[in-house]
């Protein structure tokens, strides 16, 4: 601490200075010359242990290890002052290896162990490689826009070597779908279609993917799905059906004409359940049937469709309209059947 303090004073630790003292190095020959040899890389994850490791020989009389041109060891003299280098329990006469606790990212570079043999200066260099799992970092908050707006969302992921990013939609009907790479997703005019989730997934094979999602909530003027009325004969409990799909979800209207209708007056009730809105007639008098109009309302817009409340003869719906008459039929048919079977 004391020398190396001492040779900081500019800022730099003058470590060529330092070797000169030590005898390690012959004046004007930068540690790197002489008999250099480059061992291989070492590989190791972040927050694990690095060995370096050097072989020296009998006649070796002076040792240190550096990291660039920093001073770690001199000898058995620790002059880093990083309590995670460690000098190992060199056993063999001919080991003088260090250990790095806990390596991280800005300890990637290269170490060289420096040797003087009968003052002839030798090194080996060892290249320190600190690999980092892919890991997001920041990614978009949860959006709702409106239809048609340009949405960009942005993921930002760590890793060594750099983490690859890639981009899948889910929609909310179960479809998965791969987009793009890169950090950032560019969404032009988007449609009701591209709401769902989007997920980030990080990955640079040191580790399992990192995966994130962001929820991308689209707006949409409500449109009428399903707009049904029933032959509903006198007497009788009538429903007409109303389904709307829309984001934020619809409010719903009912009208007869120009008059609106509300929950509990002139006999009928107005039951909301999510998407679906139903007008229920409790007991139908020939002046309900007619023509009856569902208005679907949200903050994006307003739609509306016509239902017919009609008798059991006059057949207005068409899906309903098709079917009610081949039932009868149908029914008919089987009570002749039966009444035939009986004789
Ligand atoms: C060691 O790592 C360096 C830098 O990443 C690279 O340029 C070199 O090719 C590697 N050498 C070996 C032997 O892997
Ligand atoms: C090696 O040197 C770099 C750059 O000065 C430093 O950030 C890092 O902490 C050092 N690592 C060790 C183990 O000395
Ligand atoms: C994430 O990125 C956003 C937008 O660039 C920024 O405002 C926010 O502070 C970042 N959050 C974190 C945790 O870095
Ligand atoms: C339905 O209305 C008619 C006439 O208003 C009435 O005679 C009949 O009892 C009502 N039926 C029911 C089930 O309330
Ligand atoms: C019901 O009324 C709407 C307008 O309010 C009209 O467009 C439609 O043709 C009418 N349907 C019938 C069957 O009269
Ligand atoms: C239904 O929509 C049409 C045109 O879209 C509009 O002219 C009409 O007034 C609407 N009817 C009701 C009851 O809102």
Not at 178 to 207: F, V
Not at 254 to 279: A, C, P, T
Not at 299 to 307: D, Q, V
Request: hydrophobic share 40%.
């Amino acid at each position: 601490m004391g020398i190396c303090g001492y040779l900081a004073v500019p800022g730099k630790c003058l470590v060529v200075l330092g070797l000169k003292l030590l005898f390690l190095v012959p004046a004007g020959v930068p540690a790197r010359s002489g008999d250099s040899v480059l061992k291989d890389n070492i590989t190791v994850r972040q927050g694990d242990s690095a060995v370096l490791k050097c072989n020296v020989d009998s006649k070796v009389s002076r040792v240190a290890w550096l990291n660039r041109t920093t001073i770690l060891f001199a000898g058995k003299e620790k002059w880093s002052l990083d309590p995670r280098v460690i000098l190992m329990e060199n056993t063999a006469i001919t080991e003088y290896s260090i250990k790095i606790q806990n390596v991280d990212v800005h300890d990637e570079g290269p170490y060289v162990c420096s040797i003087l043999t009968n003052k002839k200066p030798k090194s080996t260099k060892v290249h320190l490689i600190v690999q980092v799992p892919a890991r997001i970092t920041n990614i978009s908050k949860d959006i709702t826009v409106n239809e048609g707006s340009n949405v960009n969302l942005m993921c930002l992921a760590v890793g060594r070597p750099e983490a690859n990013i890639i981009w899948n939609h889910h929609s909310p009907r179960g479809t998965h779908k791969l987009l793009t790479e890169g950090e950032h997703l560019e969404l032009r005019g988007i449609t009701k279609e591209q709401s769902g989730s989007y997920e980030c997934i990080a990955s640079n094979d040191i580790s399992n993917p990192d995966a994130r999602t962001v929820q991308v909530t689209v707006n949409y003027p409500p449109f009428i799905s399903k707009a049904r009325g029933t032959g509903t004969p006198v007497g009788q409990k009538g429903v007409l059906q109303c389904e709307a799909s829309a984001v934020p979800r619809a409010d719903f209207e009912w009208y007869k004409e120009d008059r609106r209708l509300f929950n509990g007056l002139n006999g009928v009730k107005i039951e909301n359940q999510g998407k679906q809105s139903m007008l229920i007639f409790f007991n139908v008098s020939e002046e309900d049937y007619g023509n009856y109009t569902c208005v679907a309302i949200n903050t994006m817009g307003i739609t509306n469709a016509s239902i017919i409340l009609y008798g059991p003869g006059a057949m207005h719906d068409v899906n309903g309209g098709a079917v009610l008459p081949r039932i009868s039929t149908c029914l008919l048919l089987t009570i002749s059947l039966i009444y035939l079977l009986k004789f």
